[in-house]
């Protein structure tokens, strides 16, 4: 089975990309075509891509979807997407933008809404993006429709897309995965917490994160990811008694840091999955979660959670947890075992290479 991808290297979709893409080779023998748009890739992710065996890249810094002035850029990247389907002679586009569900070519295309403008300005409110809300609702409608199958990541956002696009087209769910082997507790610093993200993006709600710890608190907060986004999107978090920000880090850096880190603070308003928080979880720590649906679907009783939004609720359940390393402990190991329950890499895999099959039939 061959296999075109396309990814984005900006957000958490790249190390889902890394985790489907590993497994579907090593294990099923797939050959992947893996088109990466968005950021050029840096050094760190060009190395990831090397060790991967039975995947062809091709790096561009096309636009993605929900940029600004994205259209000459679709256009372009979609020309060369189709070039390579034909080229290439692939089996099923896996698409993981919603522009390439509606190409003029006769192979099947899987769709994969990983998260859309819509249901972000809803969960996020505030003013929208300098995107233009009715082209790309159009472009999101179009790639729905012309896909031969839909994926989400979660319940909550197979619900957001049947609201906000209403596709006929089949939608499944298959909760992203991560390979556990990646991940282990190391030796727990007490009164620690972690945040690891887009922090410039509203979804990520760090502004209630540096609310709860605008003043010196009993917890040190180290944030890790970028304060500046593509369209010149700033958070304004400073260094003070209570938070670090260590800016991008090497992947290999912030596995240290879940393995170091007794408390992960998943704070987003708007995650259709959240891979930062799985990423902590396969690692031992305590999750604490905004109260909100999606984190309640994932994690269950398996989490911690805070009152919706709210920073003083925040602050006091963080400083209990840091005054209880025990508990937080006994917490990360309910966290380590959820994730290890449902959120693997291989059945992650399992679940596309039946959902290809289903699809390709008699093809391959």
Known sequence: ??????????????????????????????????????????????????????????????????????????????????????????????????????????????????????????????????????????????????????????NFMKNNISEYYHPSTPIHVIYNGLPASDFAPGIKKPGTALMVGRLWDRAKNARVVLEALNEKADVQLTAVGPAVGPGGERLDIHNHGSITHLGELPYPRVIELYAQTSIYVAASMYEPFGLAALEAAFSGCAILANDVPFHREIWDDDAIYFERNCSEDLRAKLETLAHQPDVAAEWGKRARQHALANYTARRMAEEYHSLYQSILGVRV
């Open 1 to 154: 089975m061959h296999i075109l991808m396309t990814t984005d290297t900006i957000g958490g979709v790249w190390n889902y990309t890394l985790s489907l893409v590993r497994t579907l080779t090593d294990v099923y023998g797939v050959r992947i075509t893996l088109v990466t748009l968005g950021n050029e890739p840096h050094a760190d992710q060009i190395a990831a891509l090397h060790r991967l065996s039975k995947v062809d890249f091709i790096p561009t810094t096309f636009k993605l979807e929900w940029m600004a002035n994205p259209t000459e850029h679709l256009e372009h990247s979609a020309q060369l997407v189709m070039a390579l389907a034909r080229w290439r002679r692939v089996d099923l586009i896996h698409s993981n933008q919603f522009a390439y569900g509606n190409l003029e070519l006769d192979i099947p295309r899987v769709v994969v809404a990983h998260s859309d403008l819509l249901s972000w300005l809803h969960w996020c409110g505030g003013e929208p993006p300098e995107t233009d809300i009715e082209p790309y609702k159009r472009l999101v409608v179009d790639g729905l429709q012309g896909a031969s199958a839909i994926v989400c990541p979660s």
